[in-house]
């Protein structure tokens, strides 16, 4: 990860709300040389004014750390702000006018690229067809990934620049959806490329996101994507970009300026695709999903990164997949060490389909789960995809943030973006309040999950979180009245009694509006101010 240079300012901020353990009650705060340099009352921040460049009126507004998002595609994201976006799509043939008005305003795109389509959601419950979307598209190359990019459906003239494919039909999946996508990718240009990287950091810094997880590799974006991310975070204000590259050579991700080999290393795919792996079949397919690592690979490439120093990681969604990280990680420790093992913080990105004997292992190996509330916001409940794919009674164990949290499991919260956006209030709100109330969290424990937890996800116990000596990330927001959440975790009105000890956050309760980001610092530097703020 780049470390920044401040800009040369020491700024006091005051008459707000600054959310900080240091001081519950907390309304000033001076910022010096990128870090926090002190955070306390209206009345001590007399004594600073005279000696800071910049005094900043917070009017009455939250300071909180800025958001980390545990878990992007930042190129895919930018990609999907600034193309076809298929979210909305009610129905099939609404998602195909998309796709017609889209290729019509789009003659010089060599290659045309959407996202977000979910057939699960429209009436009938079937994809678009090849053929219907040659038509769509005049005969143009055209990919158009899942909503859990772990498939996609494409027109003919893409299929006929992957040599061995063959005209096939339906969603690809697997080693096909690799294909086609690393053919689809390779027609963007790099000016195009960067444009879509600055739109997506751009977008993150308007949310309060101060630093997000780029979870690049060989079969999710390129070498050239991920360096050059990287290199345009280092060189211009954005949120700052972590890298982890999802490949099993330890030392292709070093060179790349990953922080680990890990991020997407797929053990398994998706639910929605039907390709995350499971113990028993699916409710609504005759199969168990796909398996791409197994316990022996698994256990490899911990010890390999743990002695190379990196931090090692998976992709795990199916219950059969978890197992195969956990009993991989295992192995690496009675080789290793146990002591080794945890002190590498080694992560599980969404390990939804967990157990109590799993989640006992995260705890015991030191695994940090790397999870996307807003998942469970999207296909959870009874009607959801989740209970489609699985059944009710398997759907209601997914995402199970409250026991991971009781076993003393480390927690970072992402979006996955663009499976599902940018969002981090609505993933605090998400976790808050999970379709199955026994997983719920309280709103202090989400924030913290998407705040500190992104930052000790790689390594970094001394930040997201507004103490001195910190950096200084953090994001101003406007929003309604704070309220505190008691041990109970029932939310009661704002404390005036100091051994509450707990600085408020917004009451997040569905229906209410949620905060508005008013301006972002990273690193002392200003990322982000919304305009006419």
């Known amino acids: 990860m780049s470390e920044r240079s401040p800009e040369p300012s020491t700024v006091l901020l005051r008459r707000g709300e600054v959310h900080s353990p240091a001081d519950p009650f907390a309304t000033a705060m001076v910022v010096q040389a990128g870090q926090v340099a002190w955070v306390g009352s209206e009345g001590a921040a007399d004594a600073f004014a005279d000696g800071v460049d ?52 789009r003659p010089e795109d060599r290659v045309l690229l959407g996202h977000g389509w979910d057939a699960s959601r429209w009436p009938g419950g079937r994809p678009p067809t090849r053929t219907e979307l040659d038509e769509a598209t005049g005969g143009r190359p055209l990919y158009l990934s899942r909503i859990d990019v772990h498939s996609a459906v ?144 698994v256990a490899a490439h911990v010890v390999a990164c743990t002695e190379a120093g990196l931090q090692g990681g998976f992709h795990a969604i199916g219950d059969a997949a978890v197992t195969a990280v956990v009993d991989g990680v295992r ?16 992560r599980v990105e969404h390990a939804e389909m967990l157990t109590p004997e799993t989640i006992a292992a995260f705890a015991e190996l030191g695994l940090t789960a790397s999870v996307q509330p807003a998942f469970d916001a999207l296909w959870g409940g009874e009607d959801g995809l989740y209970a489609q794919r699985l059944g009710a009674e398997r759907a209601r164990t997914l995402n199970p943030f409250a026991a991971l949290l009781r076993a003393g499991v480390p927690l970072a919260f992402g979006s996955d973006s663009p499976v599902t956006p940018l969002d981090p209030w609505g993933t ?61 975790d029932r939310v009661a009105r704002w404390s005036t009694d100091p051994r509450s000890g707990t600085p408020g956050l917004p009451d997040l309760t569905p229906g209410r509006d949620l905060p508005v980001c008013l301006r972002t610092v990273v690193g002392g530097r200003t990322v982000f101010v919304r305009p006419g703020e």
């Open 154 to 297: 494409v027109t003919t003239a893409l299929l006929d620049t992957v040599p061995g494919l063959g005209p096939l039909d339906g969603p690809l999946t697997a080693d096909a959806h690799h294909a086609v996508r690393a053919a689809a990718f390779a027609a963007v240009t790099p000016q195009q490329r960067t444009g879509a990287q600055r739109a997506a950091l751009a977008h993150a810094a308007s949310l309060g996101i101060g630093s997000v997880h780029e979870c690049g590799g060989p079969e999710i974006s390129s070498e050239d994507d991920f360096t050059g991310l990287l290199r345009l975070a280092a060189e211009e204000p954005t949120p700052r970009v972590v890298g982890y590259w999802a490949e099993q050579d330890v030392e292709k991700a070093r060179g790349l300026g990953a922080v680990g080999a890990a991020g997407d290393l797929f053990v398994d795919g998706a639910l929605g695709s039907h390709t995350a792996c499971l113990h028993l079949p699916y409710t609504d397919a005759d199969h168990t999903g796909a398996a791409y690592l197994d316990a022996a690979a």
């Open 54 to 105: 910049e005094v900043v009126d917070l009017d009455g507004a939250l300071v909180t750390p800025a958001f980390t998002d545990a878990h992007v595609h930042t190129t895919s994201t930018g990609l999907a702000l600034t193309g076809l976006d298929l979210s909305g799509a009610p129905t099939l043939e609404a998602a195909l006018a998309l796709v017609r008005e889209f290729a019509a305003g």
């Open 428 to 488: 605090v709100r998400a976790a808050a309040f999970h379709r199955t109330p026994e997983h719920r969290v309280s709103v202090r424990a989400a924030f913290t999950a998407h705040t500190r937890g992104g930052w000790r996800a790689i390594g970094r116990d001394d930040a997201g979180v507004l103490v001195p000596g910190a950096p200084a990330d953090y994001a101003v927001w406007r929003t309604e009245e704070l309220v505190v959440q008691a041990p109970d």
């Open 331 to 346: 192995a690496a420790a009675e080789k290793l060490g146990l002591a080794r093992i945890r002190a590498a913080r080694h």
